[in-house]
């Protein structure tokens, strides 16, 4: 397939500009360009209107196929710019289930993004069918044979259908973690930003193989293994990663998987150390709110600083002092090299003889 090039258009921070960068490519975008803007709240177009001009004038003169907006679009700012640009338009909730349905292995996950992709849809379903009937626009083709009622209906449907299949692998699930509080080994699981070496870690912690990647989401279902520390066995788990500006209905839709963290013993909330300050923070500050959506209580967490062979030890004691980290509470490691994780098997033990079991019901 020839590659589809975007016109990229985000905030100017760096790393966020950065991310947008990784998430289109974990699409499958080639970038054509990239123009930033302060603000992409315009009511028209997201962006204002002169800048929305000159978007029109780029799409023409690079041939571009597609405008990627870092930011959540009503269906009516995604039409005009479609209108005026000649080609589809779609926003940063969009690319993020496009790389999931790309990802997405297991049937489990396949199904979660399926929920994910509708949630979107009917946020959008009336306007939708509304801007169709004025006419077509690229990424509003087909819909205009739809009455809006039925197009609502038939979303609803599928939604229903789904969250039935979702229970009954949710009940799987809950019947396999029963099994395991059973069993009476503590479980900790692996949280954190995408890309904060997780699964390198896991994968370091119980000698698999998993696949661990540079891009963002390279890991979108959980597993679970044994793993002994002097002799005590555990079991631990690698999630999907979490990222900045994530819908409510996303998390909600991977909740079955992500429940392995709110049923945890502990969570180890692995963080890249070797990123800015700045960075740091706002990535640390995400994970914290989805933790917190997901029930889980600080009193359960503890902070790994990964990446510790990128950065002197002097500049993450310093971090760690402008995060204001509990010394008690976090460790410092190296998935790649191994550096510090006996430091971390220490901590985990010892936070696991503290921490009251979590009891199944
Ligand atoms: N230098 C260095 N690189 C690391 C370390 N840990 C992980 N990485 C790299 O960071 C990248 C992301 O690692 P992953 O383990 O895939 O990250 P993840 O948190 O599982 O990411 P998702 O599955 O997308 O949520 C990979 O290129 C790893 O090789 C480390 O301690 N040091
Ligand atoms: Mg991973």
């Known amino acids: 397939m020839p590659e589809r090039r975007a016109i990229l258009i985000t905030y100017p921070e760096p790393f966020i500009k950065d991310e947008f960068v990784e998430l289109a490519h974990a699409a499958e975008y080639g970038v054509a360009a990239i123009k930033t803007s302060k603000y992409l709240a315009h009511p028209k177009y997201g962006i204002g209107e002169g800048k929305a001009l000159e978007i029109k004038d780029l799409v023409k003169e690079l041939k571009a196929d597609m405008i990627l907006v870092d930011e959540t679009l009503k269906s009516s700012q995604a039409y005009n710019l479609a209108k005026l640009s000649r080609v589809e338009a779609k926003d940063r909730e969009r690319l993020i289930l496009e ?48 009455e809006v009622d039925t197009y609502h209906k038939d979303i609803k449907r599928r939604v229903s259908t789904l969250h039935r299949k979702i229970d009954e ?39 698999e193989a998993k696949t661990t990647g540079e891009g963002v989401f390279t890991t979108l279902s959980t597993s679970t293994r044994a793993l002994t520390i002097d002799g005590e066995k555990v079991l631990l788990s690698d999630t999907v990663g979490f990222i900045s500006r994530l819908p409510p209905y996303m998390i909600e839709a991977f909740k079955s998987t ?8 502990l969570v180890l909330l692995v963080i890249d150390a070797s990123l800015s300050i700045d960075e740091m923070s706002i990535k640390m500050d995400s994970c914290e709110k989805t933790l917190a959506d997901l029930s889980v209580t600080s009193s359960k967490v503890i902070y790994v600083l990964n990446k510790a062979d990128l950065s002197s030890i002097a ?47």
């Open 99 to 146: 790389i999931f349905n790309r990802r997405a292995a297991s049937a489990e996950a396949k199904l979660q993004v399926r929920l994910a992709e509708l949630s979107y849809e009917i946020s959008r379903a009336k306007e939708k069918v509304r801007l169709a009937k004025m006419g077509e626009q690229p990424g509003f083709f087909g819909l205009g044979k739809y």
């Open 169 to 207: 692998a949710r009940k799987r699930r809950e019947l396999y973690r029963a099994s395991r509080k059973r069993s009476a080994f503590p479980i900790v699981s692996l949280a954190g930003y995408t890309g904060a070496g997780k699964t390198t870690l896991f994968n370091l912690l119980t000698n």
């Open 315 to 361: 500049d993450v004691a310093e971090k760690v002092s402008l995060l204001q980290l509990n010394p008690n509470r976090f460790v410092m490691v190296s998935a790649k090299t191994g550096d510090g994780i006996d430091n971390l098997k220490a901590m985990l033990l010892q936070y696991l003889e503290e921490t009251p079991r979590v009891v199944l019901s």
């Open 258 to 265: 992500l429940e392995e963290l709110t049923y945890a013993d």
